[in-house]
C-alpha cells in the first residue's frame, strides 16, 4: 500500500560533526544569497528598472525556496519506521534482528550508529543534514542536491564575470590565482578585497565538483536501483529497471518532485519490503 509520509519533531543533530556541517549549510548558503543577489547583481544591473535584475531575483528564490524546503522535509521525516512498530518476535522473510535496536528489521534497513535508529532502505548519514536518508526521505535529498548543484553552476557562471571585471581582465596571473589567492595576496598581486572574491570563487567551483559528484552517485544508484550499501556490496536485486526504480525511489509522480517539496508525492510502497527478482 502506498506510504503515507511519516513526521518527527526536528533535533539537533547528535554528532559535533554534524551540528557543524548543519551550521556550515545553513550560514553560508544564507550569505551566499547576500552575496549573489544583493553585492554581485546590482553591478551587473544598476538601473532598477532592469527586468533582468528581477529574472535573477526570481531564479534566486526558487533556488532557496526548493534547497531550504527539501532541508526541511528531509531532517523532519521519520525514518526509521518506528510508526510500524518492528516486532520483537520470530522474523519474517528477509528481517534479521538488530542487536542494537534490539528490534527486528527488514531487508534493506539498517542501524544507524549517529541517528541512533534503525533506518528504513538506509542509503547513507547526510553529514550536512545531520540525518540520514532512507526510503521516506531520499527523495528530498535528491531533490535538494540536484538544485543545489545547478545553484552552484548557475553562481559560478555569474561570477565569472564579475570577478575579471575586478581584477582587470583575464589574464595568465588572474586565472592561477584562483588555485592558491592566499599567495596573490600574501605577494601583493592581490588586494584584500579581490583575495576575498577570488576565495569565494575558487570554493565554489569546489562546491560545484561537490555536489555534482553527490548527484552522479544518485543517478548511478537510481539506474542500477541500489542503495549505497547494496552498490558497494555489488547487491543487484532490487534493479526493476529505470522506470520502476525512478518510481519506487521517488513515487508515481516523480515530476512532481522537483516543482516543489511541499507537492504531495506518495511512494508506492511501506520500506518494510521491495519488489525484487525472482519474486
Not at 542487536?99 to 527486528?104: A, G, M, V
Not at 538544485?147 to 588572474?174: D, E, H, M, P, R
Not at 559528484?213 to 542503495?227: H, K, M, N, P, R
Request: glycine letters at 8%; hydrophobic letters at 45%; proline letters at 5%.
Amino acid at each position: 500500500m502506498p506510504s503515507q509520509k511519516p513526521f518527527r519533531r526536528w533535533e539537533l543533530p547528535k554528532s559535533q560533526t554534524d551540528k557543524l556541517g548543519l551550521c556550515v549549510f545553513v550560514i553560508g548558503g544564507i550569505f551566499l544569497l547576500w552575496y549573489e543577489a544583493l553585492h554581485i547583481l546590482p553591478t551587473y544591473y544598476p538601473d532598477e528598472s532592469s527586468i533582468m535584475k528581477y529574472v535573477h531575483y526570481f531564479a534566486a528564490f526558487v533556488f532557496a525556496f526548493n534547497i531550504y524546503g527539501n532541508m526541511f522535509f528531509l531532517i523532519t521525516t521519520d525514518i526509521s519506521g518506528r510508526h510500524l512498530l518492528f516486532p520483537s518476535g520470530p522474523s519474517q522473510d528477509g528481517w534479521k534482528y538488530c542487536e542494537k535496536s534490539q528490534c527486528n528489521i527488514p531487508a534493506r534497513a539498517h542501524y544507524c550508529k549517529l541517528c541512533q535508529i534503525p533506518v528504513l532502505r538506509r542509503d547513507h548519514h547526510c553529514w550536512f543534514a545531520g540525518y540520514c536518508v532512507g526510503y521516506h526521505n531520499h527523495r528530498y535529498y535528491i531533490a535538494m542536491v540536484t538544485y543545489i548543484t545547478l545553484a552552484a553552476l548557475y553562481c559560478n557562471i555569474f561570477n565569472a564575470s564579475f570577478v575579471f571585471q575586478v581584477k582587470n581582465g583575464i589574464t595568465f596571473w588572474n586565472l592561477l590565482s584562483f588555485i592558491g589567492p592566499q599567495f596573490g595576496l600574501l605577494f601583493g598581486y592581490l588586494t584584500w578585497y579581490e583575495f576575498f572574491i577570488t576565495l569565494l570563487s575558487s570554493i565554489g567551483f569546489i562546491l560545484l565538483l561537490l555536489f555534482s559528484w553527490l548527484l552522479e552517485i544518485q543517478i548511478v544508484q537510481i539506474f542500477s536501483g541500489q542503495t549505497r550499501y547494496e552498490r558497494k556490496m555489488n547487491i543487484r536485486d532490487y534493479n526493476m529497471g529505470l522506470k520502476q526504480n525512478i518510481a519506487e525511489l521517488l513515487g508515481p509522480r516523480w515530476y512532481l518532485v522537483f516543482l516543489s517539496p511541499w507537492i504531495p508525492c506518495e511512494l508506492p510502497g511501506d520500506g518494510l519490503s521491495f519488489p525484487s527478482k525472482g519474486k
